[in-house]
């Protein structure tokens, strides 16, 4: 009787995985994507040059100035804020700016200020508008401002609080925050006395 011939089994080889190599490519690509375009800005930056913006309050006045009996502030503050571009490339668009003023870090009013376009190496004025309207004081507080008044002065302190961005030819970066304080703002009661410059300080 002849033996019985086995079927015969054929190994089926599996092709290997490329996974992995795919992986570590796609890797390696947005790696050099990501140094490729940090190089590019970091060069646009270097041939920009940006300088720090310069603020500074021009004019600054207050008007009907009342404190009750009960310490409730009502009163209109007028600011004149210079805002100079000094750079020779780069224009700004402020989308927004808040303000606000306080007297010993508490706030007596905020608002918002109209936004704008500032071109490269130019300076702009922006009427900033305040009312206190029966704004709670607190004890100390009042007792200060009433002693200020007293003398014919008062000191505050203004802050800007802006969503900027920058442009350069058509190119424009994403938003940023810019603040500004400006401290001391010394405004008078009575006109007849020349303002006094005051200097700001600007966080980018």
């Not at 033996?3 to 996974?19: H, I, L």
């Not at 050099?32 to 913006?53: C, D, E, F, M, N």
């Not at 002693?147 to 994403?174: C, N, Q, T, Y």
Request: hydrophobic share 40%.
């Amino acid at each position: 009787m002849a033996p019985t011939q086995q079927p015969q089994q054929t190994t089926v080889t599996k092709p290997p995985r490329q996974r992995p190599h795919i992986l570590r490519w796609v890797a390696t690509f947005f790696l050099a994507l990501i140094v490729l375009v940090g190089i590019a800005v970091l060069i646009i930056w270097l041939v920009i040059k940006p300088k720090r913006l310069v603020f500074s309050v021009e004019d600054g006045s207050v008007h009907n100035f009342n404190i009750s009996n009960d310490n409730h502030l009502n009163a209109s503050f007028n600011f004149v804020v210079r805002s100079y571009n000094p750079n020779s490339r780069v224009s700004i668009y402020y989308d927004s700016i808040e303000s606000r003023v306080d007297y010993d870090d508490q706030t007596l009013a905020f608002n918002v200020v109209d936004p704008f376009f500032q071109p490269h190496r130019n300076v702009t004025r922006l009427q900033v508008k305040l009312a206190a309207q029966s704004t709670a004081l607190l004890g100390s507080v009042s007792k200060d401002i009433k002693m200020e008044k007293s003398s014919g002065e008062m000191e505050l302190d203004l802050w800007l609080k802006a969503r900027i961005r920058f442009k350069v030819g058509a190119w424009k970066s994403s938003h940023r925050t810019l603040r500004v304080s400006c401290s001391p703002v010394v405004v008078h009661f009575s006109r007849p006395k020349a303002f006094n410059r005051a200097l700001c300080d600007v966080e980018l």
